[in-house]
């Protein structure tokens, strides 16, 4: 369970979300959708720890437990996962170093006396999940997202997914970059890592990504605040008619 409480979060002096309420239970799929500027991204951002944005009055809870003081390495520690709509493209480190050490870092805070995977152990297990996703071997060798098409960089991120086992998954316009055949592949593995215990919560404005991957509770941002809760149904309403107010 994720959820926020009465959260105004202010970047560079200027107020950007005012109380802001969501209750994000464990195994559901919530959509964040709102206009361009209406603040979806900047709650992303903030929920992740992004350290532009300062807490000014509320709370993130996971599990209950408060989170907004956690550096954002001890965030995604605790379980939280954000894809952000550009992947940064990193020279110089191999994908499979990456992989090992963000796996390294989460066994290492999950058990101090754990021992790390060895190189030869965490190439079996890249190479088994990879294969999962179609991704080919070879791109553990690879520069980190170096060169890589915007279905390969997704694939990558659902590697990490599989890798982490996060809690909340928070998709900021996941479809970016993406064909009509990368996004289909995309939803249908996102499909497959929903889990009883792990939260998606999806910002975009596609909303062929409901069909593929359908939300049990949807949320309607506007100049930082949340405007609209409700079901699938507010995403036909905003298909017919804009982001304006609910149809009599």
């Known amino acids: 369970m994720?959820?926020?409480q009465n959260l105004s979060v202010e970047a560079e002096g200027k107020r950007i979300l005012e109380s802001v309420n969501l209750e994000l239970p464990s195994g559901e799929v919530c959509y964040l959708l709102g206009?361009?500027?209406?603040?979806?991204?900047?709650?992303?951002?903030?929920i992740a720890g992004h350290p532009k944005y300062s807490v000014v009055q509320g709370?993130?809870?996971?599990?209950?437990?408060?989170?907004?003081?956690?550096?954002?390495?001890?965030?995604?520690?605790k379980g939280i996962f954000l894809s952000l709509q550009n992947v940064p493209e990193i020279k110089g480190?191999?994908?499979?170093?990456y992989l090992r050490s963000v796996v390294n870092a989460k066994i290492r805070r999950e058990g101090p006396s754990t021992k790390p995977l060895s190189p030869f152990l965490a190439k079996r297990l890249f190479q088994k999940e990879a294969l999962v996703l179609g991704i080919p071997e070879t791109f553990l060798d690879r520069e980190l997202n170096v060169g890589f098409s915007g279905g390969e960089k997704r694939r990558?991120?659902?590697?990490?997914?599989?890798?982490?086992?996060?809690?909340?998954?928070?998709?900021?316009?996941?479809?970016?970059?993406?064909?009509?055949?990368?996004?289909?592949?995309?939803?249908?593995?996102?499909?497959?890592?929903?889990?009883?215990?792990?939260?998606?919560?999806?910002?975009?404005?596609?909303?062929?990504?409901?069909?593929?991957?359908?939300?049990?509770?949807?949320?309607?941002?506007?100049?930082?605040?949340?405007?609209?809760?409700?079901?699938?149904?507010?995403?036909?309403e905003i298909a017919k008619s804009g982001f304006g107010p609910p149809s009599q």
């Open 35 to 46: 206009k361009n500027g209406s603040g979806k991204s900047s709650l992303s951002l903030a």
């Open 2 to 4: 994720f959820h926020i």
């Open 93 to 97: 480190v191999k994908l499979f170093e």
């Open 156 to 236: 990558i991120e659902l590697l990490q997914m599989r890798l982490l086992n996060p809690k909340l998954v928070i998709l900021d316009e996941i479809d970016s970059w993406l064909d009509v055949d990368a996004f289909r592949m995309v939803a249908s593995m996102l499909a497959s890592l929903r889990s009883p215990d792990r939260t998606f919560l999806i910002v975009t404005h596609n909303f062929s990504l409901v069909e593929e991957l359908p939300p049990d509770r949807v949320f309607v941002m506007e100049s930082g605040r949340i405007v609209r809760t409700g079901g699938r149904e507010i995403v036909g």
């Open 59 to 77: 709370e993130f809870f996971l599990d209950d437990e408060p989170i907004s003081g956690l550096a954002p390495e001890d965030r995604s520690a």
